[in-house]
């Protein structure tokens, strides 16, 4: 990889530890050639102007190729290519600073890393870069003297050279309470922590660790494997960043390179629908045939329009229901039906067209299934035996959607109610109960807070049209009808952020590294949304969305696209970390398609739920 020409000598980039598992390398154990330098060469031949490999720089290919040599475990091969080519993989004050922070060596360490107007025995100092007459130097070398460099080892551009002391000393001072030395420890806090006035609450919570009673103890609770784990190479690894590379190669340079190569070929192959990574031998291109682009089957269970659809965890079921009230389940080796759930149709008035259900939820544990109805209610159905065990009907508005907690017994369910528009609930007692049904069970109502005495009675609320839990249960989002998503910490139930929108929000759902929030709103707009900060990462382009709920999920290997229905009777599907346009499917005409959702287990199928009463594999 070429650099910029007008870069200086040293040049900036990330920065490695380079150790070797057996530590027999010559270019990573600290000892080096009598050179002292990356670029001399043993047998005193090299030419001033050496021929670049491919427009690349042969002494940077070179050094990968030696470090990477050394990660496989080839040790002599490494030596050899060394030998041969002149240059060695670091000079001795970089292979000195790594063995002075592996054995603990701090004061050494620092001073090497920082430099040190004192010379002393032990270091190989780096000098102006001027090389002897007997011999030639790389660019990337320094001179040396029987000491310490007067100037440490080159730094990265932007290096914090107060955060990099900050860790240094922060490991000695957990290494000393670790030997229980608590004297030289509070003398490190006192002395050299604390005078660096760096993150104040970092300090406090060192201090704190003075207290504990055991070794054991202190390493828990610092979250820190001791001297005699991998903390130090981890050390050494966040401290390589911030060295130039020009004397340090950032840790496996090449698999780096591999890797990148490999994740651009994927972002630049439109059907790539795969967890595994494309050859290295060749260009890599998916064929559209291995994508979702052609129908596997139609269900036709229902007698009106389909609005929700979702698998269970497993992939083996498939739920689905709409504007006629039946929840239908499927066996998806066959697409035949496990049950026909006709509960809310108890309450339909066969006159009244604006009832239905609105959504299907399964428990984590794929045991029940949670329905939720315009007719105000929602139902809990044990999957297995095709039966009602909860119902809860105390709503004064519809029932627009509901999320499982991890432990398949507790879920939240939202109303378009201000009186109950987002509560809690629990299982627990169901089979205890005489009917076997929970009624009603509601253990905590998310309600906004009253501001004034003369609300305490009636406090503001909002009206949900959406919600979703994250996977491990920490967090709680939901949208409003006035355009609002609201998240939650759910272990205390605060309310740790709001963001207003601009449009009708009509669903939203956590990627399953819960890193993103994917949201549809009017005006045709999907976004995919940061699960923190609610900045948008990136737009999906394409849909019709204006009078009706369209929902989107993300969907195949790695979640790697976002499938959304429209109203113009078509499937949208892109891939999430570039938003480029994959595919346009012509789906349920005429109507919308109202809900996708991709199989948990099987990449390469999604399903689709439309106006037409069909549901689409």
């Known amino acids: 990889m070429r650099h910029d020409s007008n870069q200086h000598e040293h040049r900036t980039r990330q920065s490695t530890n380079g150790s070797s598992q057996n530590g027999s390398s010559p270019q990573t154990n600290g000892s080096a050639k009598s050179g002292e330098t990356n670029g001399y060469h043993t047998n005193g031949h090299v030419e001033p102007n050496v021929t670049p490999f491919f427009g690349h720089d042969r002494e940077e290919v070179t050094r990968i190729l030696l470090q990477s040599l050394s990660d496989l475990g080839y040790q002599g091969a490494a030596r050899q290519l060394s030998a041969e080519s002149g240059y060695e993989l670091e000079i001795p004050s970089v292979a000195a600073f790594r063995n002075a922070v592996q054995q603990g060596e701090w004061e050494d360490a620092e001073a090497l890393l920082f430099g040190s107007e004192t010379d002393y025995d032990g270091g190989v100092s780096l000098g ?62 006192r002395n050299e922590l604390t005078p660096l006035k760096r993150d104040v609450g970092r300090l406090h919570a060192l201090s704190s660790l003075m207290m504990t009673p055991s070794a054991e103890d202190m390493r828990q609770q610092a979250d820190w494997d001791g001297a005699q784990g991998e903390s ?17 190669i950032p840790e496996h340079r090449l698999a780096t390179l591999f890797t990148a190569v490999q994740e651009e070929h994927i972002l630049n192959c439109r059907y790539h629908n ?37 698998f269970s965890h497993d992939g083996s079921m498939l739920a689905t229901t709409g504007k006629d009230g039946l929840i239908c389940i499927y066996d998806t080796r066959n697409w035949r039906i496990l049950h026909e759930i006709r509960e809310h149709e108890r309450g339909i008035h066969p006159n009244d067209s604006s009832k239905g259900v609105c959504y299907v939820s399964f ?29 809860a009907d105390h709503f004064d508005y519809p029932v627009t959607s509901a999320a499982w907690l991890p432990d398949s017994e507790t879920f939240v369910v939202g109303s378009q109610g201000s009186r109950r528009p987002l509560g809690l609930y629990s299982l627990r007692g169901a089979s205890g109960s005489s009917s076997g049904i929970v009624r009603n069970n509601e253990i905590y109502s ?48 605060n309310k740790i952020a709001e963001w207003q929108r601009e449009e ?21 707009r999907v976004f995919a949304l940061d699960a923190v900060t609610g900045e948008c990462m990136m737009r999906y382009e394409g849909t019709k969305q204006q009078h009706f709920v369209i ?8 979640e790697n696209f976002v499938v959304s229905g429209s109203e113009d009777s078509r499937i949208y599907v892109w891939r999430r970390q570039t938003g480029v346009q994959v595919a346009v499917l ?14 948990p287990m099987e990449v390469g199928v999604f399903a689709s739920a439309g106006d037409d009463r069909r549901v689409r594999m």
């Open 128 to 189: 102006n870069g001027r090389a002897s007459p007997s011999r030639r130097k790389s660019r990337t070398s320094f001179g040396s003297q029987n000491g310490r460099s007067r100037h440490g080892l080159p730094l990265a551009e932007g290096a914090d050279v107060v955060a990099l002391k900050f860790l240094l000393r922060e490991q000695k001072y957990l290494e000393l309470l670790e030997t229980r030395d608590f004297n030289a420890a509070l003398s490190v806090l």
């Open 446 to 493: 998310f309600r906004e807070p009253a501001w004034d005495n003369s609300l305490k009675d009636n406090p503001p609320s909002f009206r949900i049209t959406d919600v979703a839990v994250n996977a491990s249960g920490t967090r709680m989002v939901a949208t409003t009808l006035d355009n609002k998503i609201l998240m939650y910490d759910l272990p205390s139930s």
């Open 551 to 558: 929902r989107s999920c993300f969907g195949g290997a790695g």
């Open 232 to 248: 130090r190479h981890q050390l050494l690894s966040e401290l390589s960043k911030s060295i130039s590379p020009s004397v340090m």
């Open 363 to 391: 428990s984590p544990d794929d045991q029940y299934l949670i329905s939720c109805s315009q007719y105000n209610e929602f139902i809990v159905i044990n999957v297995r035996e095709g039966r009602r065990i909860a119902h």
């Open 586 to 599: 012509e789906a349920h005409a005429p109507g919308t398609v109202n809900a996708v959702a991709w199989h």
């Open 504 to 524: 009708k929000l009509t669903s939203i759902n956590f990627s399953a590294d819960e890193t993103q929030m994917l949201l549809n709103m009017n005006g045709g």
């Open 274 to 310: 795969t967890e595994q990574q494309p050859s290295l031998y060749t260009d890599h291109e998916c064929s559209p045939d291995d994508f979702p682009l052609h129908t596997l089957a139609e269900l036709r269970n229902h007698t009106d329009e389909v609005w929700h659809l979702e």
